[in-house]
């Protein structure tokens, strides 16, 4: 909601006016329209948004070229700052709630299913990083927190108009199936009727907005690194029941050695305490 409203602002302020918290609110609206349709609208809206995002990408890493020979990407040693963005980046590669809607997308195709999440993975990967690239190379030890913002000296008000379209895109897509998914997780494993799901997934992160949590890079960190981190181990935890007590044949079989699951587990548990130390 916070990066939502941003770039919307970006995208449309200058032309019908409001700041960031009208669009906010905007943003909010959408999005829960969108999480109370529920699948349907996840699956048109993924497939549309997948194909702008690579285009939207591609076009500013094209128009960003011409300063990447002029970058300094010159490497130094900070061992406190390299872990910075640790929980940023952990956020944005969470995506163990959309396996649930992939699995029922693919109701009937389950052999694919190793693939697409292979591909969900792989090419957001490959975006962020050509994206993160394009942006440093322009905008420096200029970035802004939302990465747009920023480019406006460098790039002009259209080529961040798009990048704003590019950043609403992302974050609504996200937005979206992380809150179908808790909607269900509620409605289905909690026993709330559908409407009352969706008011507590749509309506608490609007108080806690309203409330002040509004520091964006704050926000991403505690959810990726504390959140992210407690639903690692916990999968983990569930993985290894599931392959000692489970008698169901899965749609894949993967073996992972019991050393690499510890050493995730500490690696989880380790930043989920960095992170709450670094917020005294």
């Not at 918290?21 to 609208?41: E, K």
């Not at 289905?188 to 890079?217: E, H």
Request: net charge positive; glycine share 10%; with cysteine.
């Amino acid at each position: 909601m916070i990066l939502g409203g941003d770039f919307l602002r970006i995208l449309l302020g200058g032309f019908l006016g409001g700041d960031n918290l009208l669009w906010s609110f905007v943003f909010f609206a959408l999005g829960s329209l969108a999480i109370f349709i529920g699948l349907r609208v996840i699956s048109i809206v993924e497939l549309l948004t997948g194909f702008l995002l690579i285009l939207v990408v591609l076009f500013l890493f094209f128009k960003s070229w011409p300063f990447l020979p002029t970058t300094d990407f010159s490497f130094t040693f900070n061992w406190p700052a390299h872990f910075l963005a640790y929980g940023v980046v952990f956020y944005s590669l969470l995506g163990s709630s959309a396996l649930m809607e992939a699995r029922q997308m693919l109701r009937g195709r389950e052999k694919k299913f190793k693939m697409a999440i292979f591909w969900g993975l792989a090419i957001p990967v490959a975006i962020y990083a050509v994206f993160a690239l394009a942006v440093v190379s322009v905008s420096g030890p200029k970035t802004t927190p939302d990465a747009i913002s920023g480019l406006v000296p460098f790039l002009g008000p259209g080529v961040v108009a798009l990048g704003a379209f590019f950043g609403v895109v992302a974050v609504f897509s996200s937005y979206i199936v992380l809150g179908v998914c808790l909607r269900k997780v509620f409605q289905f494993d909690f026993g709330f009727s559908r409407l009352n799901a969706w008011i507590i997934v749509s309506f608490v992160p609007l108080i806690l907005f309203l409330a002040g949590a509004k520091n964006l890079l704050l926000v991403i960190g505690l959810v990726g690194i504390v959140m992210g981190g407690l639903e690692g181990v916990l999968t983990i935890l569930i993985y290894r029941r599931a392959d000692r007590h489970g008698n169901r044949r899965p749609e894949y079989d993967v073996f992972v050695p019991k050393i690499v699951l510890w050493l995730l587990v500490a690696i989880f548990v380790l930043g989920m305490a960095y992170q709450l130390w670094m917020l005294k």
